[in-house]
Structure formats: structure tokens, C-alpha cells
């Protein structure tokens, strides 16, 4: 395929701007050099490396955690999921890397891997899945990507292109968001590049590599093509409850056909390997039993993401009745309280949030937002400090402590947060605001 770079060269019209874009590009590819893929062995284009991949990694997979309400306080489930993946880990093409495996509280369908090996099974799917090959299909279609390092690729081919514009940073801070959509705040910085749609040939090579893994760690291959039958019925069934997955994750027919093609003619040898449908069920008991009230908040979100605040504050309170400490459902009512404009009420509920699940920050965050809302700016500040002590490297949480020091008058304390957070954030009416008081101050 011919560019406007070939054309304008051969006419030899090239402008200075596209010259220097052209050396930046070849400036990045020649410092990269090129490095052999670990699953196909084939040469390719990576300006990441290994190491880059675990700190990235380490960096922005917690934030992501808590945005879906943090690892599940349930010790004997996080274990068991941890004991499937490690069993696949030791078969992967990736052996060494820092794997990292753990059911997060969030009840929507989804699982994700972060590229240095933290993966992540939402409560959501495993309420769906069959048995433990299900489960681990879906471990192993993650461990593919990482393997296959289909989200180093794409970050370094964001590389490339922040050379071509100057220089763009690779993770970005925080998303642009308005003071009056406060909900929005808490969140995975970088999350929408590293945890972007994969191409279908992505998926494909995932797919093909999850069910290879499985095997190799001794589970019938049947166990990939029950996962793929989920995954299209769910998608019939209850398409909003999955969406999310499918955002990341395309789905087709044809996934789940070749997965039927490949059990049988690759792994036809293989099928009679056993599916531990007892013990996936004997592990998730009390997991199931929660199945209604997953449905309950997921039709909560729905209401949420559509503006329907009094809709979804009922069916917050439903799933609530079912399980009245559950962390996530008290989080996400106290971000409906936030956007039904109930200060006290949200408090309240992020308080008991807080008291549930003491380390996790999510609950901290919405107390904070909840506390500026009814201008207690003193009670807000020692919220987004705490929350910060526990989860570092958000930069929302540092413009909403330059907003409570602005609150209590605190100029000199406001600026210096302002000027933290404009470091990392340059656009959206947050980075508006922060420049607007520092420049009326006499800062800039």
C-alpha cells in the first residue's frame, strides 16, 4: 500500500515537517532493533522489553484492580483460580514471567491480562463458566496474549506514533472529565491502551494457544469450546451483562467453530482429559450463590451508563438486600448516590464500604468525592491522602486534593497540587480549572 509519504518522496515534494517525521521513525525502529517473537520464533518490530512490560504492569494493574472493586476477599476462591493459572503458567512459552492470578469483585463478565502477567477473572464470568476446563480456557486464552506479547506490540506501535507527533507519552494519565461527573474518577491509568480491542487475529492466535496450554496441563480441550459456548450464549442471553468482554475480546461464531475443529482434530487424542466439573462447582459454592445479585448490580450499570439514576439506585438496593456487605454493591450505590446528588447518602455508603474492605482505596475515593459535594473540604483532603497512601500514581486523586485545599482557602497547598497534576494532565476541564487558579494566583 502506497502512503502520502512515498508519493510526496517520489515527486520529490517532501516538506521539512515530513522529513523530520520520517527521521523520527526511523530514528525509534533502528534503536529497536527487531526481536524474536517467543511463541511463533519469527522476527518483529518491539521497542518494548521484557522489563518494560513487568513495570508497566506493576504500575497500572492495581489501579485497574480497584476500579473493578479489588481482588475478591474470598481467600480459598482467589486461591483455587491461582492454582489453575499456575498450572497453565508452567506450560506457556513465557515460563518466567511474574504471573500473577486473581478474581476481582466486579460482577460484569470479563477477564484481562496486563502484559507483565497480571490477569484478572471477574466474579461475573465465573459465575457463568461449567467446570474448572472452562475456566481453564479462559486462564489460557489470557496467558496467549501475553505470550504471543500481543499488548507489547500495540505499545510499540503507539511508540512510533508518538514519535510521528512529537513525542506523545505512551501511558496516558487520566481521561478527561468534567467536575460534575465526579463517578467517572477512580480508574486505570493507561487502562484504555493496554487493555484495548484485539484484533480478531489476536483473538485468534489467543485462542489457539489457550487451548494448547490447557492441554498441556492436563485439561480436555472440551473445556475451550464450553468456554466459547458461554460466551456466544451470554451474549444472546444478557448482551449488556458481557459487552464489556466483547469490547476487548471480539467474539464470533467462527471462534467458537474453530474451537470445535481444533478439539477434535488437533486434541482428538486429548478430549478424554478430564473437565473437574465437581470440583470447579465445590470451589465456587458460594460464589453461585451470589449469581442473582450479579444480575441485580448488572442491570444497575445499565441503568447507570444510560443516566436512569433512580432505576439503578432500586436495583443496587435489590442486589443489596441479597448480600448487604458485598463491597462492590456498596461502591457502586454510593456512585449513585454521587450522581443522584445525595451527599450524606453517599457518605454513608462509602463509609460502609470502607469498613467492609479496609485496604481496598475505591470506597476512600467516592467518600472523598461525597465529602467535597457537601463542601467538607477537611474530611475530603484526609480521604484522597489516604487513598493515595494506598494506591499512589493517580492523578485525579491529586487535582481532588488540590480542590479541597482551594476549599479551605489553602492557596499555596492547592497550587502545589495543581502544578502535580498538570504534570501528567494537560487536557479536560479538571486540567482547565487547575490552570485557570494558578494562572489567577500568580504561579504561571
Known amino acids: 500500500m502506497t502512503s502520502i509519504f512515498d508519493d510526496r518522496a517520489y515527486r520529490g515534494t517532501l516538506t521539512r515537517r515530513d522529513f523530520m517525521k520520517l527521521a523520527a521513525l526511523a530514528a525509534v525502529s533502528t534503536a529497536a532493533g527487531c526481536a524474536a517473537n517467543p511463541v511463533t520464533g519469527q522476527s518483529q518490530l518491539m521497542l518494548v522489553g521484557e522489563g518494560e512490560e513487568i513495570q508497566v504492569d506493576k504500575v497500572n494493574s492495581p489501579h485497574q484492580f480497584s476500579s473493578d472493586y479489588g481482588v475478591s476477599q474470598d481467600a480459598g476462591l482467589n486461591a483455587y483460580v491461582a492454582g489453575v493459572g499456575a498450572s497453565l503458567a508452567r506450560v506457556t512459552h513465557r515460563p518466567q514471567m511474574p504471573y500473577r492470578f486473581s478474581v476481582v469483585n466486579a460482577t460484569y463478565a470479563n477477564a484481562y491480562a496486563f502484559p507483565g502477567g497480571s490477569i484478572a477473572i471477574t466474579r461475573g464470568i465465573l459465575a457463568e463458566l461449567d467446570n474448572e476446563a472452562e475456566l481453564a480456557g479462559l486462564i489460557g486464552h489470557e496467558l496467549g496474549h501475553v505470550n504471543a506479547r500481543h499488548t507489547a506490540a500495540r505499545m510499540s506501535t503507539s511508540k512510533i506514533l508518538g514519535a510521528l507527533v512529537g513525542g506523545a507519552s505512551l501511558i496516558a494519565g487520566a481521561a478527561s472529565q468534567t467536575l460534575g461527573n465526579l463517578t467517572g474518577s477512580v480508574g486505570g ?68 467453530q474453530t474451537a470445535v475443529n481444533r478439539a477434535r482434530t488437533s486434541f482428538g487424542d486429548r478430549l478424554s482429559l478430564p473437565l473437574n466439573k465437581e470440583r470447579y462447582m465445590a470451589s465456587t459454592a458460594g460464589l453461585r450463590k451470589l449469581a442473582p445479585m450479579f444480575k441485580l448490580f448488572q442491570e444497575g450499570d445499565k441503568a447507570m451508563a444510560a443516566n436512569s439514576y433512580d432505576a439503578a439506585e432500586g436495583r443496587y438496593a435489590e442486589g443489596l438486600r441479597l448480600s448487604p456487605n458485598d463491597y462492590a454493591g456498596l461502591v457502586m450505590m454510593a456512585k449513585c448516590q454521587v450522581a443522584l446528588k445525595n451527599a450524606a447518602k453517599a457518605a454513608d455508603y462509602a463509609d460502609k464500604a470502607r469498613r467492609v474492605y479496609p485496604t481496598e482505596a475505591q470506597a476512600q475515593h467516592v467518600h472523598g468525592v461525597a465529602s467535597i459535594m457537601a463542601k467538607n473540604y477537611s474530611a475530603a483532603l484526609a480521604d484522597f491522602a489516604a487513598y493515595e497512601r494506598m494506591l499512589p500514581g493517580n492523578p485525579t486523586t491529586v487535582f481532588f486534593k488540590g480542590f479541597s485545599y482551594e476549599g479551605m482557602k489553602d492557596k499555596q497547598n492547592a497550587a502545589q497540587e495543581y502544578q502535580r497534576y498538570l504534570k501528567v494532565v494537560r487536557q479536560g476541564e479538571m486540567a482547565q480549572h487547575a490552570y485557570s487558579r494558578l494562572k489567577t494566583w500568580g504561579y504561571l
Not at 220 to 247: C, H, N, T, W, Y
Request: avoid cysteine; proline fraction near 4%.
Open 189 to 256: 491509568l493507561g487502562a484504555n491502551l493496554l487493555l484495548a480491542k484485539y484484533s480478531r487475529e489476536d483473538e485468534r492466535q489467543a485462542d489457539e494457544l489457550g487451548m494448547g496450554y490447557m492441554v498441556g496441563a492436563g485439561y480436555s480441550p472440551q473445556g475451550m469450546v464450553g468456554l466459547m459456548d458461554v460466551l456466544r450464549s451470554m451474549g444472546k442471553r444478557q448482551p449488556s451483562a458481557i459487552e464489556a468482554m466483547f469490547s476487548s475480546h471480539p467474539m464470533s461464531e467462527e471462534r467458537y
